[in-house]
């Protein structure tokens, strides 16, 4: 007997194979966990953080800057302070019968002439 159309058969050669009890073909589950998942992040910053990480580097770089700038300061301030001690010191000083003592008045116009000519 010859085969009847639409039935099934074990096979026809270069033809499909059956579905047919003897040879089950298992479809495959589709896979869809790859495209859930986010690609592997390559250690290259987008644009946001290249910004974001400029905008740092350029904050810190100011905030550097200005704590340079008040340390300078501070440093000059504390100089000028001892100096006016000093000095006032020296202009305070009194004999027992309460006379401004002329010894460190000479020297602290000495020193001051010496700063004059060095400048």
């Known amino acids: 007997m010859a085969p009847v159309r639409g039935?099934?058969?074990?096979?026809?050669?270069?033809?499909?194979?059956n579905k047919g009890p003897g040879k089950v073909a298992h479809?495959?589950?589709?896979?869809?966990?790859?495209?859930?998942?986010?690609?592997?992040?390559?250690?290259?910053?987008?644009k946001p953080e290249i910004r974001r990480n400029k905008r740092n580097a350029k904050i810190a770089?100011?905030?550097a800057e200005q704590e340079k700038v008040r340390a300078e300061r501070d440093a000059?301030?504390?100089?000028?302070?001892?100096?006016?001690?000093?000095?006032?010191?020296?202009?305070?000083?009194?004999?027992?019968?309460?006379?401004p003592l002329m010894k460190d008045r000479m020297q602290l116009l000495l020193k001051q002439i010496e700063e004059m000519k060095r400048r």
Do not use: D
């Open 7 to 17: 039935s099934q058969s074990k096979g026809k050669p270069g033809g499909k194979p």
């Open 27 to 46: 479809k495959q589950k589709p896979s869809f966990k790859s495209k859930n998942q986010p690609k592997p992040k390559a250690n290259k910053p987008n």
């Open 61 to 63: 770089q100011e905030k």
């Open 76 to 99: 000059r301030i504390k100089a000028y302070k001892k100096q006016r001690l000093e000095k006032t010191k020296a202009i305070s000083k009194k004999t027992q019968r309460g006379q």
